[in-house]
């Protein structure tokens, strides 16, 4: 709850302070207007007059701060509300003075006092809760600096009371004379207390408190001497006395950051005012007291006692003050010892300035051979012992920008004291004072003059100096050298390796844009596995070396030549495809001199390899990406290996051949199924009886960017040897359940068909994908059919028949595509759970003329009718063929007679469009009547 409420009050909006104008202005024109009356007019009307002043002035204090108060939390509201009583309290003390004519200063106590003498106690509350609000802890410290504070005040005030009582008539009022004083002494002491108790934010406010208490202890001598010397003089200090509490009393509150403020960084452990402060009281009062005595007064047992307590308390004061001061050197001498451990063994080396620029401590400065001792550094300018060159680089480590920027460490030399320079990179420069940041433009006043002219800057001085972090660049400038070629260098042939090549990829595709040309040359050696397996990877190893060194040999110094891996090497070259075409032409030519020998242990020295190497060249294309560089450059070096190897090809001839064709499927079809490249249409399969669209079937379409349209039998046979039918089919799944969805909700009576592979089968995912696709679009599971190849018969697996049974259970329907196409079992047949069987089109091709062919499509419209399966006819092209499948019984049709593949766009046009008349045709004739026909009687 309290970390709650903290993070409630950081973010909460800060509180609009007091308006100090609006305090100030009004209590300098009753300050102004206090002398006016006092030294102008007459001692009736002033003692009218005057108390009214201060009570108005003190009134307008206290309204403003209750309205101020309203801003503040309920902790930081309770010491505003206080201060709002007080003021009460005070203006009506004043306005019943100003109406009895009682004056500023009056002669005898009366109802007044009983409203002003009230507000002591709550100043005393105020004080306690500002130190128990913020947890402060009272100290033996602050509470002595308190008793000596008050014992001297004490003392003040009796001296003060003997001069009043003395001159004052006979029955002078105590409570005027002695009481006020000792109350205003009281709050002095309450006030050190207070400085000393609360946490270091709110310490400047507790000051302001301290000096409004000490002005009230002004006022109240002021009236307690004018009961023996009335007088407007004594008057006026005490009106401005009275106007200074309020002021400070105000600048207390505005300075107050209430009880929830936190220190930013370390404070000291006590504030050094309440010690000057009470000493100065104790050694002012023992002065005034002793020289009261010289001039001969009399000392009084009781005065001689006090005096001895306060001299004995400040003595106690002193010893408290010595021991705290020796544990504190005692804690800063072990704090600097473990500095000096820590700093004396970093790898940095830490100088620190003065305000002149000269250094006044450093640390493993004689570390080193050939380096300074601390003890002749100190003392010396630093500009001393940087180099003339390095002048402009030592103004940046003076000047740190104030926002960081990405711009490399300056770096200088320093001189050695064998005359030598030491390389050093500034790694840090903060301020001496307190360690914080240098501020921009922030140097020693002695090094700025020591800038010569012309040097860019204008220094500021740093009274505190500066503390510069220098480290030797040389050592760590050889390790990054080692990592850099350890990260971008192939260990075998020293050559550039890929993140090396990545990397100047990258830089030359900004040059394409700029027009300037780049190729890529993907090289491969032909014959490296037989090496490896036959003399070992000792020799293959020797071979990548001797590649290398022909490649550095036959590139020119602008191309970059880099090994990707294995026996696979790649040129960067900044020219156009000719260029880069005639030197793929130099380099197979060079490594056809190449004669590998299996000259290693255990193998035959007599053994001799033919080694050639076979290169894709591509140009860097504007808008390509180095991942699509690559795969052009395989795909032309794919291509010069089908080609017979030892040779060079362009990625645009190897797209013109066969393998370049399969291979630039094979490469973008993946990402033409991830990103959605692929097209779904929809063919309509017609019922005959019913003389309608019966249902649909989705077929996959592709249109490669640059090879155009690609036919199924080209990409599925791809997808499914390289493994993407799942994700293919997923997908596919996926569109057509969601388009079928939208045709349902508009009232149409349709089904569903899509072509499943055996390879989507012998996953094991096909159910759940099926499953998913439903849910996903809210399709009934009997609207969709699943059409398999009759290849799924040759697969005799328990799980493959127990997916299909999921399948229908779940009450989707199972058909078997393209029957009759391959060698089909009619025993298979009879155990799957297939629901509809759909003819080849090659059975239905001319079946209105061949006789042989009808009676075969008509015995397969039979064994379905017989097996209870529905029998679909696919590629029905003329009337003749509708015409011979309705003669046959053959309930349902598919062809580009009755409807081509069209996108979702068109379905609906396609549905509600189709014309049923082409149902009405009469059947052909060309067939022998004398040849019975399955299905047909006779």
Known sequence: ??????????????????????????????????????????????????????????????????????????????????????????????????????????????????????????????????????????????????????????????????????????????????????????LCAIGLVTFAGVSAPRRRAAGWLVLGFASLAVAMAAGSLALAMPGPVLDLVTSVAYLAVLAMAALALTEDPGPRARADGPTSPGPLAAVVVSYCVSFGVVLLALSSWVAGRPPIPGEAAALTVLILLTFLRTIVWAAEGARLTRQILRTESYFRSLVDRAADVTLVLD???????????????????????????????????????????????????????PVFRLRRRDGSWRRVESVRTVSAAGLSPAPSGGMPGGMSRAIPDGVAGAPLSSRDGLVLHVRDVIGRRSTELELERLAYTDYLTGLPNRARLMGAMAAARSGVAEGRPSCLLLLDLDGFKPVNDIAGHEAGDRLLVQVATRLRRTVRDRDLVSRLGGDEFAVLVPDGIEEAGALAERIVGDLREVQPTGRTAGAS?????????????????????????????????????????????????????????????????????????????????????????????????????????????????????????????????????????????EGRD?????????????????????????????????????????????????????????????????????????????????????????????????????????????????????????????GVETTGQLATLAAMGCRYVQGFLLGRPVPTAELRAVIDGFDAGLLDTPASSSVDPGVHMVGRPG
């Not at 001792?373 to 500009?383: I, N, V």
């Open 1 to 186: 709850m309290r970390a709650r409420d903290e993070a409630a009050q950081q973010h909460a909006p800060a509180p609009a302070p007091l308006p100090l104008g609006a305090i100030f202005g009004p209590l300098v024109a009753a300050a102004v207007l206090a002398v006016v009356v006092e030294l102008t007019l007459s001692h009736v009307i002033s003692a009218h007059v005057g108390p009214a002043i201060l009570s108005v002035a003190t009134a307008w204090v206290g309204s403003l701060v209750l309205r101020g108060g309203r801003t503040r939390d309920a902790a930081a509201a309770t010491t505003w509300r206080g201060f709002a009583a007080i003021t009460a309290l005070l203006a009506l003390g004043q306005l019943i003075r100003a109406v009895s004519g009682a004056g500023v200063n009056p002669s005898s106590s009366g109802l007044s006092d009983v409203a002003l003498a009230a507000t002591a106690p709550i100043a005393g509350v105020i004080c306690l809760r500002l130190v128990r609000s913020t947890r402060g802890r009272l100290r033996t410290r602050a509470l002595l600096d308190a008793a000596v504070a008050l014992l001297a005040l004490g003392l003040l005030v009796e001296l003060l009371a003997r001069v009043t009582l003395h001159r004052a008539p006979p029955g002078a009022d105590l409570l005027l004379a002695v009481g006020y004083p000792l109350v205003g002494a009281t």
């Open 355 to 409: 305000g002149e620029g000269r250094i006044t401590w450093a640390s493993g400065a004689g570390s080193s051979p050939g380096a300074w001792p601390a003890r002749d550094l100190e003392g010396r300018p630093l500009l001393d012992f940087v180099h003339e060159e390095d002048r402009a680089e030592l103004q940046r480590v003076l000047h740190p920008p104030a926002d960081p920027t990405d711009e490399p460490a």
């Open 605 to 745: 020295p007599d053994l001799a390899f033919d080694v050639s190497a076979s290169i894709g060249v591509t140009e860097l294309m504007r808008g390509d990406d180095a991942a699509t560089t690559i795969r052009q450059a395989d795909l032309a070096l794919r291509t010069a290996k089908a080609a017979g190897k030892n040779r060079v090809c362009r990625h645009n001839d190897a797209l013109d051949s066969a393998t370049g064709r399969r291979t630039a499927l094979a490469r973008d079809l993946p990402a033409a199924i991830e990103q959605g490249r692929l097209a779904v249409v929809y063919q309509p399969v017609i019922g005959v009886r019913e003389r309608r669209v019966m249902g649909l079937e989705a077929l996959v379409r592709w249109v490669h960017p640059t090879l155009g349209s690609v036919p199924p039998d080209e990409f599925i046979p791809i997808a499914e040897e390289d493994g993407l039918i799942v994700a293919l089919q997923r997908f596919v799944l996926r569109t057509a359940t969601a388009d079928l969805a939208g045709l349902l909700a």
């Open 750 to 874: 349709l089904q569903m068909g899509v072509n499943i592979s055996v390879r989507h089968v012998q996953a094991g995912c096909l159910a759940p994908d099926v499953a998913t696709a439903l849910t996903g679009s809210g399709v009934p599971p009997r609207r969709l059919i699943l059409e398999l190849t009759e290849s799924v018969l040759l697969d005799d697996d328990d799980r493959l028949h127990s997916d299909l049974a999921t399948l229908r259970d779940m009450g989707c329907v199972v058909s078997l595509d393209d029957f009759g196409k391959g060698h089909s079992s009619l025993s298979y047949l009879a155990r799957l759970p297939v629901d509809i069987l759909e003819m080849d089109r090659g059975f239905v091709a001319g079946i209105e003329t061949d006789e042989r062919g009808a009676a075969l499509v008509a015995s397969i419209v039979e064994l379905g009718r017989t097996l209870g399966m529905d029998v679909v006819a696919e």
